[in-house]
């Protein structure tokens, strides 16, 4: 069982980027995460802006015992209109994608955890955002279980215009999420955010 309190963030730096374009091209991660793999100037064309704050989606390193382990995004869902037409989720709504990078950290029940600290200490520490949504490939039933174990629920599956597949959409509202941490015996646990939020 994974320690809650060994699990962290923080924000990505452009000096991690060499480390993203290496998890970016790891099989286990292509498999649901851009399939065809990326260059690294392609890395830091997409992610640089985004670094810099130049960009709406914020991005950071998941971390455990203090060591990078993966990457996690947030965003919020009317910053992406077409996005938003298409998955419906409601005013307020943030997004969040992620992945775990290190394969030695993968299906070792880290996934909820995660989750749920990101949302409590990143994503609903935003006054503004009430609902979380996630929207993995139906066919990612490991990611849909760690979903769920985190509080998300099934909402619908959608066919959004441009992309090859499906999407599972899943949400969670601050209220269900809190309810469900008090069920679970999830609080508290892991490492919250400093300054560099």
């Known amino acids: 069982m994974p320690a809650r309190e060994a699990i962290g ?14 998890w970016l091209n790891e099989s286990h991660v292509m498999e649901w995460w851009g ?12 992610y640089g802006p985004r ?20 990457y996690i995004q947030t965003y919020r869902i009317a910053d992406y ?12 709504a943030a997004g969040v994608d992620l992945f775990i990078g290190d394969a030695r950290y ?8 995660i989750l749920t600290g990101f949302l409590r200490n990143v994503v609903f520490a935003q006054s503004t955002i009430d609902v979380c ?9 490991a990611a849909i279980r760690a979903y769920e174990k985190a509080g998300f629920r099934y909402l ?10 499906p999407e599972y959409v899943m949400s969670v509202d601050r209220g269900r999420l809190r309810e469900w ?8 646990g892991e490492r919250r955010l400093g300054d560099e939020l």
């Open 9 to 22: 963030f923080r924000r990505l730096h452009l000096s991690d980027l060499p480390l993203l374009h290496r």
């Open 35 to 46: 399939r065809d793999g990326v260059t690294f100037e392609a890395v830091v064309d997409k």
């Open 51 to 70: 670094i810099a704050g130049d960009h709406s989606t914020r991005c950071y390193l998941i971390l455990y015992e203090q060591r990078p382990i993966g």
């Open 81 to 92: 209109p077409d996005y938003a037409v298409c998955v419906q989720v409601g005013e307020g």
């Open 106 to 113: 993968v299906h070792k029940g880290l996934g909820a955890p």
């Open 133 to 141: 949504a996630m929207a993995p490939d139906p066919a990612n039933r």
């Open 156 to 165: 619908k599956t959608v066919q959004c215009p441009g992309e090859p597949r």
């Open 181 to 188: 941490a008090l069920r679970a015996g999830v609080g508290g």
